[in-house]
T-cell receptor
């Protein structure tokens, strides 16, 4: 099992550009979570899905952020337009329902 | 609502010395408690978890933690640390399928 796969690992973009982060979860893990990590705020839960359905998006900071899970093997987190304060490491994590999260390696986003 | 407080942002300790990383939590639902470790430029990895049963939980790499309900604590301990234990350690609380709430993290610094 390759674990949770995230891409890109690093992204540098300019303010105002659209950013799309991708996640391939572990097969059979029905819960998928998107977290954001910054020095100031630590790890914040942005949104999570159960069986491809968004359950709680209360952590999404504003309308510029959106997340989708079109099928069990793929999810995206999109920021449009991006701003410098969005610079962070974004993690995708999967859970089979056993209350154990398996994290991807993260996508480090820098918005100039 | 649930929250986690990690009292120390960083803990320096000499190699082969014992260490304790402190964690206090609050939760209005059944408590599941976790410790995760993050090495530089990587995602989080599960160290250990408490779901039920024995309050002393043993994890990987020689770490253990004790659930203390009366003190609402879940401190992480290791009797003898190694240079390779240098990392960021996160305590987390969760209940059901609502994802985990993480503490701000404690940076463990091993001094030779």
């Amino acid at each position: 099992d390759a674990g949770v796969i995230q891409s890109p690992r690093h992204e540098v973009t300019e303010m105002g550009q659209e950013v799309t982060l991708r996640c391939k979860p572990i097969s059979g893990h029905d819960y998928l979570f998107w977290y954001r990590q910054t020095m100031m705020r630590g790890l914040e839960l942005l949104i999570y899905f159960n069986n491809n359905v968004p359950i709680d998006d209360s952590g999404m900071p504003e309308d510029r952020f959106s997340a989708k899970m079109p099928n069990a093997s793929f999810s995206t987190l999109k920021i449009q337009p991006s701003e410098p304060r969005d610079s962070a490491v974004y993690f995708c994590a999967a859970d089979s329902g056993a209350n154990v999260l398996t994290f991807g390696a993260g996508s480090r986003l820098t918005v100039l | 609502a649930q929250s986690v407080t990690q009292l120390d942002s960083q803990v320096p300790v000499f190699e082969e010395a014992p260490v304790e990383l402190r964690c206090n939590y609050s939760s209005s639902v059944s408590v599941y408690l976790f410790w995760y470790v993050q090495y530089p430029n990587q995602g989080l990895q599960l160290l250990l978890k408490y779901l039920s049963g024995s309050t002393l939980v043993k994890g990987i790499n020689g770490f253990e933690a004790e659930f203390n309900k009366s003190q609402t604590s879940f401190h992480l301990r290791k009797p003898s640390v190694h240079i390779s234990d240098t990392a960021e350690y996160f305590c987390a609380v969760g209940g059901g399928a609502d994802g985990l709430t993480f503490g701000k993290g404690t940076h463990l610094i091993i001094q030779p």
